[in-house]
T-cell receptor
Framework: DGGITQSPKYLFRKEGQNVTLSCEQN?????MYWYRQDPGQGLRLIYY???????QKGDIAEGYSVSREKKESFPLTVTSAQKNPTAFYLC???????????????FGEGSRLTVL | AQSVTQLDSQVPVFEEAPVELRCNYS??????LFWYVQYPNQGLQLLLK??????LVKGINGFEAEFNKSQTSFHLRKPSVHISDTAEYFC????????????FGTGTKLQVIP
């Protein structure tokens, strides 16, 4: 079955450490996204990518980095520069073809990062 | 810029009672509208969407929503809720042209009381 796989599901990190969250999709979608979710704040866009080797900052990109070396993969690194990294992180993808693109997102199961 | 408002952060309702979760949006252009559901510690999944055509949209699990352009609303309804409907519900909007940046509401937690 097609879908989006995020790993790890739960992650603990000490302050000052970088951590990388994995996101893989086999839906053949062009666009991929990373969102951060905090209680009562909805979803906030961190980074998105519409094509391999290209990505754009979202609304809260500071302290995060991404890469898009393959169409299927869009890993997110939470760096030590991120002031408050404890959150639930969601990866998503979408079709980008102008004829069928509606903005509908397909989500992974999420990764919960806790900084100790 | 587009925005989405979900005024109710939490909605408690008794099992088998009807429920309405409210969503209002602001946009100067045509939009697509979505409702997503999130169960605890899981990702979001699409409940229903309005793209065009009939303003009454039916989704999974017995939910439906009505697009009201004059009131810029897209309220979600279910005539009889079950315990399994306990989850957080997000309304979202995108423009109908170009790259669709998705704007989410802050979510409404539906708590179904036995």
């Amino acid at each position: 079955d097609g879908g989006i796989t995020q790993s790890p599901k739960y992650l603990f990190r000490k302050e000052g450490q970088n951590v990388t969250l994995s996101c893989e999709q086999n839906l053949n979608h062009d666009a991929m996204y990373w969102y951060r979710q905090d209680p009562g704040q909805g979803l906030r866009l961190i980074y998105y990518s519409q094509i391999v080797n290209d990505f754009q900052k979202g609304d809260i990109a500071e302290g995060y980095s991404v890469s898009r070396e393959k169409k299927e993969s869009f890993p997110l690194t939470v760096t030590s520069a991120q002031k408050n990294p404890t959150a639930f992180y969601l990866c998503a993808s979408s079709i980008l073809d102008r004829g069928t693109n509606t903005g509908e997102l397909f989500f992974g199961e999420g990764s919960r990062l806790t900084v100790l | 810029a587009q925005s989405v408002t979900q005024l109710d952060s939490q909605v408690p309702v008794f099992e088998e009672a009807p429920v309405e979760l409210r969503c209002n949006y602001s946009s100067s252009v045509s939009v697509y509208l979505f409702w997503y559901v999130q169960y605890p510690n899981q990702g979001l999944q699409l409940l229903l969407k309005y793209l065009s055509g009939s303003t009454l949209v039916k989704g999974i699990n017995g939910f439906e929503a009505e697009f009201n352009k004059s009131q810029t609303s897209f309220h979600l309804r279910k005539p009889s809720v079950h315990i399994s409907d306990t989850a957080e519900y997000f309304c979202a909007v995108t423009y109908t042209g170009g790259y669709q940046k998705v704007t989410f509401g802050t979510g409404t937690k539906l708590q179904v009381i036995p």
